[in-house]
Protein backbone atom coordinates (compact mmCIF):
# COMPACT_ATOMS: atom_id res chain seq x y z
CA UNK A 1 0.00 0.00 0.00
CA UNK A 2 1.20 3.18 -1.15
CA UNK A 3 2.27 6.25 1.55
CA UNK A 4 -0.92 8.54 0.08
CA UNK A 5 -3.39 5.65 0.15
CA UNK A 6 -2.35 5.04 3.87
CA UNK A 7 -2.49 8.42 4.78
CA UNK A 8 -6.03 8.84 3.23
CA UNK A 9 -7.06 5.93 5.34
CA UNK A 10 -6.06 7.91 7.98
CA UNK A 11 -7.16 10.71 7.84
CA UNK A 12 -11.05 9.79 6.62
CA UNK A 13 -10.41 7.31 10.11
CA UNK A 14 -9.42 10.34 11.73
CA UNK A 15 -12.90 12.31 10.79
CA UNK A 16 -15.25 9.17 11.12
CA UNK A 17 -13.85 9.02 15.14
CA UNK A 18 -14.39 12.66 15.33
CA UNK A 19 -17.84 14.47 15.61
CA UNK A 20 -18.44 14.02 12.18
CA UNK A 21 -20.87 11.61 10.38
CA UNK A 22 -19.38 10.23 7.11
CA UNK A 23 -20.63 8.35 4.38
CA UNK A 24 -17.95 6.70 1.85
CA UNK A 25 -19.66 6.68 -1.84
CA UNK A 26 -16.92 4.10 -2.83
CA UNK A 27 -14.40 1.30 -1.75
CA UNK A 28 -11.40 2.73 -1.86
CA UNK A 29 -12.26 5.96 0.63
CA UNK A 30 -11.57 8.50 -1.80
CA UNK A 31 -15.23 9.83 -2.28
CA UNK A 32 -17.41 10.52 0.31
CA UNK A 33 -19.92 12.60 1.86
CA UNK A 34 -19.75 14.72 5.29
CA UNK A 35 -22.31 16.25 7.46
CA UNK A 36 -20.87 19.71 8.70
CA UNK A 37 -22.94 21.74 11.02
CA UNK A 38 -23.11 25.92 10.84
CA UNK A 39 -20.90 27.73 13.05
CA UNK A 40 -22.17 28.81 16.17
CA UNK A 41 -22.73 32.59 16.50
CA UNK A 42 -23.24 32.86 12.91
CA UNK A 43 -26.13 32.93 10.58
CA UNK A 44 -25.38 29.81 9.42
CA UNK A 45 -25.81 28.16 12.96
CA UNK A 46 -28.26 25.51 13.01
CA UNK A 47 -28.00 24.36 9.81
CA UNK A 48 -26.15 20.84 8.41
CA UNK A 49 -24.63 20.92 5.27
CA UNK A 50 -23.54 17.55 3.16
CA UNK A 51 -19.96 18.23 2.16
CA UNK A 52 -18.60 15.84 -0.58
CA UNK A 53 -15.03 15.24 -0.61
CA UNK A 54 -13.23 14.06 -3.33
CA UNK A 55 -9.39 12.62 -2.44
CA UNK A 56 -6.99 12.88 -5.51
CA UNK A 57 -4.64 9.99 -5.75
CA UNK A 58 -1.79 12.54 -4.97
CA UNK A 59 -3.61 13.45 -1.78
CA UNK A 60 -2.10 14.94 0.58
CA UNK A 61 0.16 16.23 -1.60
CA UNK A 62 -2.76 17.38 -3.95
CA UNK A 63 -5.79 19.29 -2.31
CA UNK A 64 -8.88 17.62 -1.57
CA UNK A 65 -11.77 19.18 -3.72
CA UNK A 66 -15.08 19.96 -1.46
CA UNK A 67 -18.23 20.50 -2.44
CA UNK A 68 -21.41 21.96 -0.53
CA UNK A 69 -24.58 19.69 -1.68
CA UNK A 70 -27.33 20.83 -0.59
CA UNK A 71 -28.00 24.82 -1.42
CA UNK A 72 -25.67 27.33 0.77
CA UNK A 73 -25.76 31.32 0.28
CA UNK A 74 -22.05 32.80 0.67
CA UNK A 75 -20.26 34.61 -1.52
CA UNK A 76 -17.79 32.40 -2.03
CA UNK A 77 -19.54 29.39 -3.16
CA UNK A 78 -21.10 28.74 -6.08
CA UNK A 79 -24.81 28.32 -5.32
CA UNK A 80 -25.61 25.82 -8.61
CA UNK A 81 -22.26 23.94 -8.38
CA UNK A 82 -21.23 23.90 -4.08
CA UNK A 83 -17.78 24.64 -5.37
CA UNK A 84 -15.70 26.31 -2.69
CA UNK A 85 -13.28 29.39 -3.66
CA UNK A 86 -11.11 28.88 -0.37
CA UNK A 87 -7.23 29.69 -1.14
CA UNK A 88 -6.16 27.42 1.64
CA UNK A 89 -7.39 24.49 -0.28
CA UNK A 90 -7.36 25.58 -4.11
CA UNK A 91 -3.95 27.02 -3.71
CA UNK A 92 -1.90 27.11 -0.76
CA UNK A 93 -2.73 23.44 0.69
CA UNK A 94 -0.15 21.95 2.50
CA UNK A 95 0.48 17.94 3.23
CA UNK A 96 0.46 19.28 6.42
CA UNK A 97 -3.22 19.97 7.22
CA UNK A 98 -5.58 17.10 7.21
CA UNK A 99 -8.81 16.65 6.66
CA UNK A 100 -9.92 17.62 10.17
CA UNK A 101 -8.48 21.13 9.37
CA UNK A 102 -10.93 21.12 6.46
CA UNK A 103 -13.95 20.73 8.81
CA UNK A 104 -12.91 22.26 11.94
CA UNK A 105 -10.74 25.59 10.51
CA UNK A 106 -11.01 26.18 6.80
CA UNK A 107 -14.77 25.48 6.58
CA UNK A 108 -16.04 27.29 9.83
CA UNK A 109 -13.64 30.28 9.03
CA UNK A 110 -14.96 30.33 5.62
CA UNK A 111 -18.66 30.45 6.74
CA UNK A 112 -17.70 33.24 9.02
CA UNK A 113 -15.46 35.61 7.46
CA UNK A 114 -16.71 35.45 3.90
CA UNK A 115 -14.74 37.36 1.24
CA UNK A 116 -16.98 39.34 -0.79
CA UNK A 117 -13.91 40.30 -2.98
CA UNK A 118 -13.48 37.46 -4.49
CA UNK A 119 -16.70 35.53 -4.96
CA UNK A 120 -18.61 32.33 -6.85
CA UNK A 121 -21.80 34.00 -6.01
CA UNK A 122 -21.84 37.71 -7.34
CA UNK A 123 -25.48 38.34 -5.73
CA UNK A 124 -24.22 37.35 -2.51
CA UNK A 125 -20.92 39.28 -2.31
CA UNK A 126 -23.10 42.27 -3.60
CA UNK A 127 -25.61 42.35 -1.19
CA UNK A 128 -23.26 41.45 1.42
CA UNK A 129 -21.31 44.49 1.03
CA UNK A 130 -24.58 46.58 0.20
CA UNK A 131 -26.68 45.53 2.98
CA UNK A 132 -25.66 43.08 5.65
CA UNK A 133 -28.79 42.90 7.54
CA UNK A 134 -30.77 41.89 4.73
CA UNK A 135 -27.34 39.29 3.37
CA UNK A 136 -27.53 37.45 6.71
CA UNK A 137 -31.71 37.28 6.58
CA UNK A 138 -31.22 35.59 3.28
CA UNK A 139 -28.29 33.34 4.76
CA UNK A 140 -30.99 32.39 7.48
CA UNK A 141 -34.03 31.44 4.70
CA UNK A 142 -31.52 29.08 2.71
CA UNK A 143 -30.51 27.59 5.99
CA UNK A 144 -34.02 26.80 6.93
CA UNK A 145 -34.98 25.92 2.98
CA UNK A 146 -31.76 23.73 2.34
CA UNK A 147 -30.26 22.72 5.28
CA UNK A 148 -32.83 21.45 8.20
CA UNK A 149 -31.02 18.55 10.28
CA UNK A 150 -33.90 16.44 9.99
CA UNK A 151 -33.83 16.63 6.14
CA UNK A 152 -29.70 15.55 5.84
CA UNK A 153 -30.77 12.58 8.07
CA UNK A 154 -33.36 11.63 5.78
CA UNK A 155 -31.48 12.14 2.36
CA UNK A 156 -29.21 9.61 3.85
CA UNK A 157 -32.04 6.82 5.11
CA UNK A 158 -32.84 7.32 1.40
CA UNK A 159 -29.93 6.92 -0.02
CA UNK A 160 -28.72 3.89 2.48
CA UNK A 161 -32.10 2.26 1.81
CA UNK A 162 -32.07 1.49 -1.84
CA UNK A 163 -28.04 1.10 -2.56
CA UNK A 164 -28.73 1.13 -6.49
CA UNK A 165 -29.71 4.36 -7.12
CA UNK A 166 -27.02 6.32 -8.58
CA UNK A 167 -25.05 9.40 -7.18
CA UNK A 168 -26.78 11.42 -10.37
CA UNK A 169 -30.40 9.81 -9.77
CA UNK A 170 -29.65 10.36 -5.94
CA UNK A 171 -28.51 14.15 -6.48
CA UNK A 172 -31.77 14.80 -8.56
CA UNK A 173 -34.09 13.07 -6.35
CA UNK A 174 -34.47 15.42 -4.34
CA UNK A 175 -33.99 18.82 -5.99
CA UNK A 176 -35.68 20.92 -3.05
CA UNK A 177 -32.90 20.44 -0.01
CA UNK A 178 -30.03 19.09 -3.08
CA UNK A 179 -28.22 21.31 -5.21
CA UNK A 180 -26.97 20.35 -8.92
CA UNK A 181 -24.08 18.73 -9.81
CA UNK A 182 -21.54 20.95 -12.07
CA UNK A 183 -21.67 20.61 -15.72
CA UNK A 184 -18.72 18.38 -16.90
Keep these: MSSPSKRREMDLMKLMMSDYKVETIDDDMQEFFVDFN ?7 QGGVWRIRVELPDAYPYKSPSIGFVN ?12 SVCLDVINQNWSPMFDLVNVFEVFLPQLLLYPNPSDPLNGEAAALMMRDKTAYEQRVKEFR ?3 AKPEDIGAAQEEKSSDEELSEDEYAS ?8 KADP
Excluded: F, L, R, T
Design 173 to 180: SDDEAVAG
Design 144 to 146: EKY
Design 71 to 82: KIYHPNVDEMSG
Design 38 to 44: GPKESPY
